[in-house]
């Protein structure tokens, strides 16, 4: 499983690798810029619509994918446009961008939302990215684990709840937290246990 973060220092390369798979970088079209890209990072594109909501920029997504498409290194998957907290907004978003996205070459993620089921999914849906509430996220966590072979999970920023969607076998996982206080024990150190393979029972509290 990956851990996807938007950062680019040192750390996060040295863990890239150290522990192959285990991270990588989520860029959205705000600050893709700011975040070089390298061979040995696996990446993908976010759509900025939950960081974003009504200031989302249909133009500033369409620039991070004429960017990406000139890069040697290509993104993982792109997260199609989507609505925060709404199926209905959500899935006319799929329908409006999916060809152009589709037309980039990539692994397309469709992100669900409250209210939701696997019925919702669009067929041509590559990934799936659980979006929602935090408790929409956990109460249907592994039903789309179960239900799909590339799943992704957003706003993952405890240890337990990474180990949790490890063990379900998801396929990524993000989070923005890990480097805030970082030498607190339940953030990188927590999560450098996790690349290694190690479970700290004393780290693991679940929520």
């Known amino acids: 499983m990956l851990m996807l973060c938007g950062q680019s220092n040192a750390l996060w390369h040295y863990a890239a ?3 192959p798979n285990k991270v990588g970088l989520l860029l959205g079209p705000s600050y893709y810029k700011r975040t070089p890209v ?3 990072m696996p990446y993908v594109l976010d759509n900025d619509a939950f960081t974003l909501r009504e200031n989302w920029s249909e ?3 369409r620039e991070m994918l004429g960017w990406a498409r000139l890069q040697s290194h290509k993104p993982a998957w792109v997260l199609v446009p989507d609505v925060v907290g709404s199926k209905d907004g959500t899935l006319e978003r799929w329908v409006r961008y999916e060809k152009e996205a589709r ?7 469709f992100a669900v ?23 929409f996220k956990w109460q249907t966590v592994e039903t789309w684990a179960v239900s799909f072979p590339r799943v992704h999970v957003g706003r993952v920023n405890s240890i337990a709840r990474v180990w949790q969607c490890d063990d379900l076998g998801v396929e990524s996982v993000d989070g923005t937290g890990w480097f805030r206080d970082p030498t607190r024990e339940d953030k990188l150190p927590a999560l450098e246990c996790w690349m290694a393979g190690v479970r700290n029972d004393k780290q693991i509290q679940l929520l």
């Open 17 to 19: 690798g150290k522990w």
């Open 38 to 40: 390298r061979p040995w």
């Open 59 to 61: 133009v500033k997504w």
């Open 103 to 109: 037309a980039c070459g990539w692994p397309l993620a």
């Open 113 to 135: 939302q409250d209210g939701m089921t696997t019925d919702d999914v669009p067929a041509s849906a590559d990934v799936v990215f659980i979006g929602g509430t935090d408790s």
